[in-house]
């Protein structure tokens, strides 16, 4: 698994974002929920939030240094 990591971010500061901090698109709690760079450089997938259990369509785009953009959708039912 090591080696993937390494294709998908190459050497720089050794930092990869594990987490994230997002505000729920329901009931505007801050919620930190776990990013897993191991899905690659883009992810996408569904989670409830923690407080009012709703679920979010999740998009995660990791830059070239690490980094994770997050953005949330709701999920209309």
Do not use: K
Request: glycine share 8%; charged share 25%.
């Amino acid at each position: 698994m090591m080696d993937f990591l390494d294709d998908e971010f190459p050497l720089g500061d050794g930092v990869v974002d594990t987490e994230a901090e997002v505000q729920c698109p329901y009931c505007g709690e801050i919620v930190v929920i776990s990013l897993d760079p191991g899905d690659g450089s883009v992810a996408e997938y569904v989670e409830d939030c923690e407080v009012c259990c709703r679920p979010w369509q999740v998009h995660i785009e990791y830059a070239s240094d690490g980094h994770a953009s997050v953005q949330l959708e709701t999920l209309d039912d």
